[in-house]
Nanobody, 123 residues
């Protein structure tokens, strides 16, 4: 049984920073995608950053240069460091593991395991 536990969300002013964490329990890493998705009110859940099957980091254009995804393999934990936050970054952030790269790492349907979501509010 795989469980993803997220932490680190909160409320910040524009220009501030937050770091999200996602600890995976019971998950064995392989050639799978893992990443962070964001869902703003009234919008679809979209990927903001992910590692592909070759562990190359990829970013949505809207967050390039501001967000950084990283992983601590020893702790089986995924991170998302968010800097220069903007009001449009507001939303619920979800981590996702186990993405099937044959389906594609950008779509939520590729990921079987999800965190509970953490709210990020930028004002």
């Amino acid at each position: 049984h795989v469980q993803l536990v997220e932490s680190g969300g909160g409320s910040v002013q524009a220009g501030g920073s937050l770091k999200l964490s996602c600890a995976a329990v019971g998950y064995t890493s392989g050639r799978n995608c893992m990443g962070w998705f964001r869902q703003a009110p009234g919008n679809e859940r979209e990927v903001v950053a992910h590692f592909d099957s070759d562990r190359v980091a990829n970013y949505a254009d809207s967050v390039k240069g501001r967000f950084s995804i990283s992983q601590d393999s020893a702790k089986n934990t995924l991170y998302l460091e968010m800097n220069s936050l903007k009001p449009e970054d507001t939303g619920i952030y979800y981590c996702a593991f186990g993405g099937n790269f044959l389906i594609g790492c950008l779509g939520r349907g590729a990921y079987p395991y999800w965190g509970q979501g953490t709210q990020v509010t930028v004002s």
